[in-house]
């Protein structure tokens, strides 16, 4: 397994919280979630960055997506990260650039999501379909910022579900894709895709009721902890 472009030394800032249970970093964009044989992932790097002997990974963001992320250092924090990711506790709240200006500023957009592992791409589905493995999204979104030209807009986005590339088709599917994601229709050779994962925050009664209760991830959210992160530098973040 070897290192990619981003070495442990370049990731050593990118950690945002630590504890006896949890870590929290930002993602840089290209680097994956978990490792493969490969190379190594996210997690495997903040482990080395904090001397654990391993990470247990809780939630994924995409190659391309940057931004926070979290992960266990034990298996007791990881299933119960894991129950409050289920039971839609932890919210994650994203920035994304996509082409054009949605009519509406801001609203709710809900699909059926069909993910196909051989083309590893999600594809929206008929309202009351019975495609075997369709699966319901939903997020919530408002519009920031247009740019100048009035040909992009920069979006804020609450995730309710977290199905394989939810942001990315939802956007896609209504000729709003994201710059830079040739997936989904957005095809842009001066970035990547324009998605960033910027805030993860709890339900501190669901937290109190488990594993964290009195534990440090409890105290450093109700002392007003910020699991965020800032907007990417550079192009199209700069159109804003």
Request: include cysteine; glycine fraction near 10%.
């Amino acid at each position: 397994m070897q290192h990619n472009k981003t070495d442990t030394a370049s990731f050593s800032d990118k950690i945002i919280y630590e504890d006896s249970d949890v870590v929290v970093f930002n993602k840089p964009c290209g680097i994956l979630s978990q490792g493969n044989e490969s190379e190594k992932g996210a997690i495997e790097i903040a482990a080395e960055i904090t001397g654990c002997d391993a990470l247990h990974l809780v939630h994924r963001l995409d190659r391309m997506t940057c931004g926070v992320m979290i992960a266990a250092k034990n298996s007791r924090a990881a299933a119960a990260l894991s129950h409050i990711i289920a039971d839609r506790h932890m919210y994650k709240e994203y920035s994304a650039v996509v082409k054009g200006v949605p009519d509406e500023k801001s609203g709710i957009l809900e699909d059926m999501l069909f993910f196909d592992r051989r083309a590893d791409k999600s594809y929206v589905v008929k309202s009351g379909s019975k495609r075997r493995g369709a699966k319901d999204a939903r997020l919530e979104y408002s519009v920031e910022s247009v740019s100048r030209d009035g040909k992009a807009s920069l979006i804020s986005i609450r995730l309710f579900t977290g199905r394989t590339h939810q942001i990315r088709v939802q956007f896609g599917s209504r000729k709003h894709p994201l710059l830079g994601d040739g997936k989904y229709g957005g095809g842009d050779n001066k970035c990547k895709t324009a998605l960033c994962s910027r805030r993860i925050t709890f339900d501190t009664d669901a937290l109190k009721s488990g594993y964290f209760g009195g534990r440090h991830l409890i105290s450093a959210v109700e002392s007003g902890t910020e699991f965020t992160v800032p907007l990417p530098e550079g192009y199209p973040w700069n159109l804003f």
